[in-house]
């Protein structure tokens, strides 16, 4: 079956722009995590979501960063006015039930370059 | 706080041979530990899950230890070949019971 996709694959974008970066998880997964991973660092999470609840948020870097969660499926991870300091790849993850002995399956990830 | 930690130089390792790979971790006591491939350009994909009361793991050619006397787990892939070659992270539980924490992985080349 399809797995994780995200959408653009690539994206180069002026410091000052706003970027949008989509994620379409694995159908009938609940949970579903946005990640942040920079050279040589481990995965930064970024914020999650379960279901109808409230999501964890708690990871996101500044007000600049926002995600939403539509109907329970596909997720847009916002990020205004792009500084440089926002390049990184930004990984999408998704897994069947709450809880984290659940295996993650992950897309392939957005590069966002802020020159 | 807690904190993992994984070689961060390249692991080579001549085609045939067994590559062990060190996650080692401290100030708390996970449950389990995860052990994921990550290739160039790719998302992370699970590979094993091993838990606190189980002291080795094995999935064909691979095999997972976990001691947490040592608060330590190896990653061995025995029979290794090229297509091995891959970015390796372990990822252990938070105190929230959906997050995980990563190691910033080890590089292994296995070289023909």
């Known amino acids: 079956g399809a797995g994780v996709s995200q959408s653009p694959s690539n994206k180069v974008t002026e410091k000052g722009k706003d970027v949008e970066l989509r994620c379409d998880p694995i159908s009938g997964h609940t949970a579903l995590y946005w990640y942040r991973q920079s050279l040589g660092q481990g995965l930064e999470f970024l914020i999650y979501?379960?279901?109808?609840?409230?999501?964890?948020k708690s990871g996101l870097p500044s007000d600049r960063f926002s995600a939403e969660r539509t109907g329970g499926s596909v997720s847009t991870l916002t990020i205004q006015r792009t500084q440089q300091e926002d390049s990184a790849v930004y990984l999408c993850a998704s897994s069947l039930v709450k809880g984290n002995n659940s295996p993650l399956h992950f897309g392939n990830g957005t590069r966002l370059t802020v020159t | 706080s807690q904190k993992i930690e994984q070689n961060s130089e390249a692991l080579n390792i001549q085609e045939g041979k067994t590559a062990t790979l060190t996650c080692n971790y401290t100030?708390?006591?996970?449950?389990?530990l995860q052990w994921y491939r990550q290739d160039p350009g790719r998302g992370p994909v699970f590979l094993l899950l091993?838990?606190?009361n189980e002291k080795e793991k094995r999935k064909e050619r691979l095999k997972v230890t976990f001691d947490t006397t040592l608060k330590q787990s190896l990653f061995h892939i025995t029979a290794s070949q090229p297509a091995d070659s891959a970015t390796y992270l372990c990822?252990?539980?938070?105190?929230?019971?959906?997050?995980?924490?990563w190691g910033a992985g080890t590089k292994l080349i296995i070289k023909p």
């Open positions: 990822a252990l539980p938070t105190d929230s019971n959906y997050q995980l924490i």
């Open positions: 091993i838990r606190e």
């Open positions: 979501f379960q279901g109808n609840s409230a999501p964890d």
């Open positions: 100030n708390y006591s996970p449950a389990y």
